[in-house]
């Protein structure tokens, strides 16, 4: 589905993504860890062209993102969800109205942007707080609200930016309990950038380890976690220990 190849982005003298090449396939669950700083948003970022590179290949079902003109980039992002850390929800609409916003500004009628938004909604277990603002919900439920949000679009890719970073320690459970469900019903194909080491166990694949703009180490949890090559995947597996 996705082809990264070569990918850097300096940001004044800093390499922040330094030759980065990754391959995603069709319903897979990949997660990207490695330390504060070492790239992950960037990367990313750069996918959906949030963050413009400098150099580098990003093929989504062989066509370059990087070469696509700004309607051919808007229909793109259409098909790509991201779940940020922050989440900013709109705070005078209700959890279903911010569901819908996007929706309707993209030209949906009210009427199927209200189904699709209800669908969604009740996925991540929001169905019983649809008319609530943001103010009136819990961290936790809020950023399911941002998940309903990214999956209203039944986006082929999603990505999730430390998703559960901003959250009280108590919430982080039911955000990542609503992860895992979306994961293995293949929802849809995942990247997911967390720091949070036994769903990345439980969830991925594939876990892809970065360290200062570079991929160290990739494999199945199994294999990363327990025999690791890099510096990175043993700093982890002492972790897990
Ligand atoms: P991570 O998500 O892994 O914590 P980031 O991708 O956010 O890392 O950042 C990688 C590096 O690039 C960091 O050193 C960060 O400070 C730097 N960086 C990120 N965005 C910017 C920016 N807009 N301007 C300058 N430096 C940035
Ligand atoms: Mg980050």
Not at 82 to 87: A, I, L, N, P, R
């Amino acid at each position: 589905m996705l082809v990264i190849q070569d990918l850097h982005k300096q940001f004044g003298n800093l390499r922040a993504i330094d030759g980065l090449s990754l391959s995603v396939n069709t319903g897979e669950i990949l997660v990207l860890m490695g330390p504060s700083g070492c790239g992950k948003s960037t990367t990313i970022r750069t996918i959906n062209r949030l963050i413009e590179p400098d150099q580098g290949t990003i093929l989504f079902h062989d066509t370059n993102i990087l070469s696509m003109e700004p309607d051919e980039l808007q229909k793109l992002r259409k098909r790509i969800g991201f779940v940020f850390q922050h989440f900013n929800l709109i705070s005078r609409l209700t959890a279903l109205e911010n569901v819908m916003f996007g929706l309707v500004m993209s030209g949906m009628d009210r009427e199927t942007a209200q189904n699709k938004a209800n669908d969604a909604l009740a996925k991540v277990g929001m169905e019983g707080h649809l008319d609530h603002k943001p103010a009136q919900l819990s961290g936790g439920q809020q950023q399911r609200v941002g998940i309903a949000r990214a999956l209203a679009y039944e986006p082929e890719l999603m990505m999730w930016d430390e998703p559960t970073a901003s959250l009280d320690p108590i919430l982080v459970r039911e955000v990542l309990v609503v992860m895992e469900e979306l994961a293995r019903y293949r929802a849809s194909t995942m990247i997911v950038v967390t720091h949070e080491l036994s769903f990345a166990l439980r969830v991925a694949d594939r876990i892809v380890l970065m360290d200062k703009g570079k991929i160290v180490e990739e494999g199945k949890p199994s294999q990363v976690f327990v025999n690791p090559i890099s510096d990175i995947g043993q700093k982890y597996k002492e972790l897990i220990e």
